[in-house]
């Protein structure tokens, strides 16, 4: 076969495999979606984290706004530290509560964020005060045999 | 006069030495690959020419074969996916399972069975006509100019293919799980998209079929350039470039996804 022609078909073979490295990166991964350029940290102890993961969604209202960086033992403390990277086009006041949750029955757990009322602004390296941990279902399971048994004893 | 218990053993001892022998001398011939890898990249229409016949020739079967693999993932995982009345899942599924595992994978068999095999035929074939003792008569290196180029061909068509591969079974889960059967095909994609990452699942398969690439090419050119030189040697040298590259790239996928994708739940 002619040079050219050669040169003609590794050509079009090396573009048509940037293209699918192009197409997993843009329309199957999250590159060219919720990606956060502009952001802000800020932190949020938990007594419990359940089952998060570093980069589970920062949830609030139900749309994604942020993703969780990093997760830490508080060694002082005896709890969970979680610091949370949010988009910075949104502002959340400084008594804003973050409750652990879980998408569905079993889905994957994520954080949810809920403004408060204080006209101050979370700001870089702040911490959200009001926290409320992940249920953990064994424990919720123990606490409702044992109502059951306090209602059944009082019912005698 | 030596028992059989003794002949026994020394057999194994016979078989150790020379496998190892193979092994030392497998390493030092990827060295003087890499090692006369500069002077074929100063040549670079060499490769291109190599990249002609390990990577376009092999398009059509993993293009074929990469949408069948999707569209069969597709139909399965819907199959299973319904029963827990999650078959949004699916364009995750396929896409995980094609990014992370299937495409380098599956891409890498089909790239021995292909590319591999034609390579050391190739060779085995150059070296039993003496083609290779005629160059060393003419001060040409036969390393540089045969056995490297084809090589990096190999080790740059490796991941293209793979990308392509799982390009393509995504489409075709698409095709099976959207078109055909009728998934929502919103929650297709945004699920996947959520569920992908580029740095975890995307850059970890190249990596993945960059180091497949390496091996099946290395072992490719070696069993080529090892063969005895007569026609059943280049036939079985063939033989053993697909047994051990398969053998190889399942291995190193063990291990390298112990590796990328331990510690995560």
Same mark, same amino acid.
């Given at each position: 076969?002619?040079?050219?022609?050669?040169?003609? =078909?590794?050509?079009?073979?090396?573009?048509?495999?940037?293209?699918?490295?192009?197409?997993?990166?843009?329309?199957?991964?999250?590159?060219? $979606?919720?990606?956060?350029?502009?952001?802000?940290?800020?932190?949020?102890?938990?007594?419990?984290?359940?089952?998060?993961?570093?980069?589970?969604?920062?949830?609030?209202?139900? #749309?994604?706004?942020?993703?969780?960086? /990093?997760?830490?033992?508080?060694?002082? +403390?005896? /709890?969970?530290?979680?610091?949370?990277?949010?988009?910075?086009?949104?502002?959340?006041?400084?008594?804003?509560?973050?409750?652990?949750?879980?998408?569905?029955?079993?889905?994957?757990?994520?954080?949810?964020?809920?403004?408060?009322?204080?006209?101050?602004?979370?700001?870089?390296?702040?911490?959200?005060?009001? &926290?409320?941990?992940?249920?953990?279902?064994?424990?919720?399971?123990?606490?409702?045999?044992?109502?059951?048994?306090?209602?059944?004893?009082?019912?005698? | 006069?030596?028992?059989?218990?003794?002949? $026994?053993?020394?057999?194994?001892?016979?078989?150790?030495?020379?496998?190892?022998? +193979?092994?030392?001398?497998?390493?030092?011939?990827?060295?003087?690959?890499?090692?006369?890898?500069?002077?074929?990249?100063?040549?670079?229409?060499?490769?291109?020419?190599?990249?002609?016949?390990?990577?376009?020739?092999?398009?059509?079967?993993?293009?074929?074969?990469?949408?069948?693999?999707?569209?069969?993932?597709?139909?399965?995982?819907?199959?299973?996916?319904? @029963?827990?009345?999650?078959? /949004?899942?699916?364009?995750?599924?396929?896409?995980?399972?094609?990014?992370?595992?299937?495409?380098?994978?599956?891409?890498?068999?089909?790239?021995?069975?292909?590319?591999?095999?034609?390579?050391?035929?190739?060779?085995?074939?150059?070296?039993?006509?003496?083609?290779?003792?005629?160059?060393?008569?003419?001060?040409?290196?036969?390393?540089?100019?045969?056995?490297?180029? @084809?090589? =990096?061909?190999?080790?740059?068509?490796?991941?293209?293919?793979?990308?392509?591969?799982?390009?393509?079974?995504?489409?075709?889960?698409?095709?099976?799980?959207?078109?055909?059967?009728?998934?929502?095909? $919103?929650?297709? =994609?945004?699920?996947?998209?959520?569920?992908?990452?580029?740095?975890?699942?995307?850059?970890?398969?190249?990596?993945?079929?960059?180091?497949?690439?390496?091996?099946? &090419?290395?072992?490719?050119?070696?069993?080529?350039?090892?063969?005895?030189?007569?026609?059943?040697?280049?036939?079985?040298?063939?033989?053993? &470039?697909? #047994?051990?590259?398969?053998?190889?790239?399942?291995?190193?996928?063990?291990?390298?996804?112990?590796?990328?994708?331990?510690?995560?739940?």
């Amino acid at each position: 076969m002619e040079r050219t022609t050669i040169d003609l =078909w590794v050509g079009l073979f090396v573009l048509l495999g940037l293209g699918a490295i192009l197409v997993l990166a843009l329309k199957v991964g999250n590159l060219g $979606g919720v990606n956060i350029a502009d952001s802000y940290s800020v932190t949020a102890n938990f007594s419990n984290i359940g089952g998060l993961k570093v980069r589970a969604p920062v949830k609030s209202a139900g #749309v994604v706004i942020g993703r969780v960086s /990093e997760i830490y033992f508080d060694g002082e +403390r005896h /709890e969970a530290v979680a610091s949370l990277k949010l988009d910075k086009q949104y502002s959340f006041s400084k008594d804003t509560s973050a409750s652990i949750m879980t998408s569905g029955l079993l889905g994957e757990q994520y954080i949810a964020l809920e403004t408060g009322g204080d006209s101050a602004q979370l700001k870089e390296g702040d911490k959200i005060k009001i &926290t409320q941990s992940a249920v953990v279902l064994e424990s919720l399971i123990g606490q409702f045999i044992y109502n059951k048994a306090a209602d059944g004893g009082e019912g005698k | 006069m030596p028992s059989r218990f003794v002949k $026994g053993v020394r057999r194994i001892g016979h078989r150790t030495i020379n496998s190892l022998l +193979r092994l030392g001398v497998a390493s030092r011939f990827f060295v003087l690959v890499l090692l006369h890898s500069g002077s074929s990249f100063r040549r670079p229409h060499l490769i291109i020419k190599e990249l002609f016949s390990t990577g376009v020739l092999s398009l059509i079967i993993i293009l074929v074969s990469g949408l069948f693999v999707g569209m069969v993932l597709g139909m399965q995982g819907y199959d299973t996916l319904q @029963r827990y009345g999650s078959e /949004e899942a699916l364009g995750v599924m396929v896409a995980l399972s094609l990014v992370r595992e299937l495409g380098p994978v599956v891409a890498a068999l089909l790239f021995a069975s292909r590319a591999g095999s034609a390579i050391t035929a190739e060779i085995g074939l150059m070296k039993a006509t003496e083609q290779l003792s005629a160059m060393e008569m003419m001060a040409v290196n036969p390393i540089a100019r045969v056995v490297a180029p @084809r090589f =990096w061909a190999g080790v740059l068509s490796m991941p293209l293919l793979a990308a392509m591969f799982s390009a393509m079974g995504v489409f075709g889960g698409y095709l099976v799980g959207v078109k055909l059967i009728g998934v929502d095909e $919103g929650s297709f =994609w945004s699920q996947m998209q959520s569920a992908v990452d580029f740095q975890q699942d995307i850059v970890n398969g190249i990596i993945k079929s960059f180091v497949f690439g390496v091996a099946v &090419t290395a072992i490719a050119l070696f069993e080529g350039y090892d063969a005895p030189p007569t026609a059943e040697g280049v036939s079985g040298a063939t033989t053993r &470039t697909v #047994v051990t590259s398969s053998l190889a790239i399942l291995a190193l996928d063990f291990v390298l996804t112990a590796f990328m994708f331990r510690g995560e739940g």
